[in-house]
T-cell receptor, first 112, second 117 residues
């Protein structure tokens, strides 16, 4: 069945460091891919999305490219800030968009 | 866009009691989803509605769980005879389904945290 695997955390970085959070997926057909962010005590917020192969989603300095050949959607940011500290979830939605499948989340801690 | 709102934010109850949660989606959204999230895990799909019709239920949704969306607007999730294992964050999300053009991303509420004593 459809699923998402993302790197385990926590990931601890210093401010202005480069961030990569790996995400790979298994799906039939052509799913859409998403990254959501969750701050403590809050719900999930959409960070970025990509709906077809080779699409690049970007928002707030974060980027992820839909790689069908490697079934991956890795999240990157060139220079993280303390305010980026949160839990990041990779998710996929099958072509018929009935529901989302989420990874287990990666906690990011950014130190000043 | 006032966002998805959920009520209550926190619920503490004794094992065996019934609880009901409410979700108010973004007004123009026709799809509504319920998820359960346990500590350190991603949300797990429970069920979803398109307008007032419940179109899919996960195997996670035991007979003690029931969800409704009677007028195609707000939804309720009821858990009967609660058990310790029901302790979790219950998240609601909504989206706009536009047929062949596909679904827009889901917008999540802040969730209801359920604690079973």
């Amino acid at each position: 069945g459809d699923s998402v695997t993302q790197m385990e955390g926590p990931v601890t970085l210093s401010e202005e460091a480069f961030l990569t959070i790996n995400c790979t997926y298994t799906a039939t057909g052509y799913p859409s891919l998403f990254w959501y962010v969750q701050y403590p005590g809050e719900g999930l917020q959409l960070l970025l999305k990509a709906t077809k192969a080779d699409d690049k989603g970007s928002n707030k300095g974060f980027e992820a490219t839909y790689r069908k050949e490697t079934t991956s959607f890795h999240l990157e940011k060139g220079s993280v800030q303390v305010s980026d500290s949160a839990v990041y979830f990779c998710a996929l939605s099958p072509y018929n968009f009935n529901k989302f499948y989420f990874g287990s989340g990666t906690k990011l801690n950014v130190k000043p | 866009d006032t966002g998805v709102s959920q009520d209550p934010r926190h619920k503490i109850t004794k094992r065996g009691q019934n609880v009901t949660f409410r979700c108010d989606p973004i007004s123009e959204h026709n799809r509504l989803y319920w998820y359960r999230q346990t500590l350190g895990q991603g949300p797990e799909f429970l069920t979803y509605f398109q307008n007032e019709a419940q179109l899919e239920k996960s195997r996670l949704l035991s007979d003690r769980f029931s969800a409704e969306r009677p007028k195609g607007s707000f939804s309720t999730l009821e858990i009967q005879r609660t058990e310790q294992g029901d302790s979790a964050m219950y998240l609601c999300a909504s989206s706009l389904w536009q047929g062949a053009t596909g679904n827009q991303p889901q917008h999540f509420g802040d969730g209801t945290r359920l604690s079973i004593l």
